[in-house]
């Protein structure tokens, strides 16, 4: 596996390349470029430069996250295929700029939701909590607002402002999508955009649905493993791959995070891991927790020991963290819980690589 540390450039992110570059056996950032609109070609000099940066701190951009999806494409309207080619020629670029792996997701409106940002934890940190009964009936608007002003001044990632102007006319537009429309309408971007994939040799990965269930009577796809069986299958190429986040999907006890990465790993579809706990504290309630099994509902342990035994050779990257000592950053990112979570990943791998040769002796 590669460790990769996501990074959102050096004008958004209180956390500086040298800092990441400290953190042992990470190799490179996860970035993307935060001021082009959603919908328009990545400019060729804006990723060259943005590489240029990463790569004189000694550090590789071999992952981008995220290469957002128009919602004309989502809700299939007649003008995505204008946004469609967009979303080619970026590919193009990226690939010509060394970019391996696009996460991306399919999630209608919203990305990522919580209803507290800062919910706090005995030991004195915080972190992110979703309590399913604050969320449902709340409307959409309101709690949006109040994610966009409780972010420590940040701009979260899938919640630019540009995105939250329209969100009314959005959430309208929707009414005529249920989940068989919206398979339909990621099949035809998939068949698109994949021969080009393919031709540029940059893997699609998509990321799950995050929490993996229907919210606001939107739909949701990415949840489970029956839905991810059939969106690996619309386009049968490993460039139509996987994000697994296993906080993600690990939100739902019925999904078996190791189980995933078995199943999924053995098609070669898994490109990019993202790797956090959570902790449930009731149905559909939980919050965000350190990465050490123990502080979590997740096995951190039995997860990636499935990545070890599939030999997983993609991008792996600790995913939200608490926040810690004192740091202000941006919700979920900050530097020192998830530099703590790298560690703890790296002491797990070695561990288990230790002992599998130790087993054979
Ligand atoms: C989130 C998402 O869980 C996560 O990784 O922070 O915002 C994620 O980056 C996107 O859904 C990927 O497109
Ligand atoms: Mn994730």
């Not at 701009?155 to 929707?174: M, N, Q, S, V």
């Not at 941006?330 to 790296?346: F, K, Q, S």
């Amino acid at each position: 596996m590669k460790i990769t540390f996501r990074w959102f450039g050096e004008k958004d992110d209180s956390i500086k390349l040298g800092q990441i570059k400290q953190i042992p056996a990470v190799t490179g950032v996860v970035g993307a470029l935060y001021d082009v609109p959603v919908g328009e070609v990545w400019p060729m000099d804006k990723i060259l430069a943005l590489k240029d940066t990463v790569e004189k701190a000694g550090l590789e951009l071999e992952v981008i996250e995220s290469v957002n999806i128009h919602e004309d494409i989502k809700l299939g309207l007649p003008t995505r295929d204008k946004y469609i080619e967009n979303y080619k020629q970026c590919i193009r670029n990226l690939g010509k700029a060394g970019v391996k792996v696009i996460c991306y997701n399919f999630m209608p409106v919203f990305d990522w939701l919580r209803s507290e940002l800062a919910y706090n934890l005995p030991d004195g940190s915080n972190a992110l909590f979703y309590d399913h009964n604050a969320v449902k009936d709340i409307d959409p608007v309101k709690l949006v607002e109040d994610m966009a002003t409780n972010s420590n001044g940040f701009i979260l990632p899938g919640w630019e402002p540009d995105r939250l102007a329209i969100l009314k006319d959005t959430l309208e537009r929707y009414k005529s999508v249920d989940e068989e429309k919206l398979f339909d309408n990621l099949k035809y971007f998939l068949e698109q955009i994949i021969p080009v994939c393919e031709e540029a040799d940059v893997k699609m990965a998509i990321h799950p649905d995050d929490p993996p269930w229907s919210l606001f009577g939107l739909p949701r796809i990415v949840t489970c493993k029956g839905n991810i069986d059939r969106l690996v299958k619309l386009v049968d190429s490993p460039y139509n791959g996987l994000t697994l986040c296993s906080g993600s999907l690990g939100a739902n006890p019925e999904n078996n995070i190791p189980d995933l990465v078995r199943h999924f790993g053995a098609m070669g579809r898994i490109h990019f891991g993202h790797v956090r706990n959570v902790k449930f504290i009731g149905e559909r309630v939980f919050h965000e927790a350190s990465h050490l099994s123990a502080d979590g509902s997740l096995d951190l342990f039995e997860i990636m020991k499935a990545y070890h035994d599939i030999d997983f050779k993609g991008y792996i990257r600790p995913d939200h963290g608490r926040m810690i000592w004192g740091e202000k950053a941006r919700p979920g990112y900050g530097l020192y819980d998830r530099a703590l979570g790298i560690t703890y990943l790296n002491g797990l791998w070695e561990a288990i690589g230790k002992m599998k040769k130790l087993q054979c002796k």
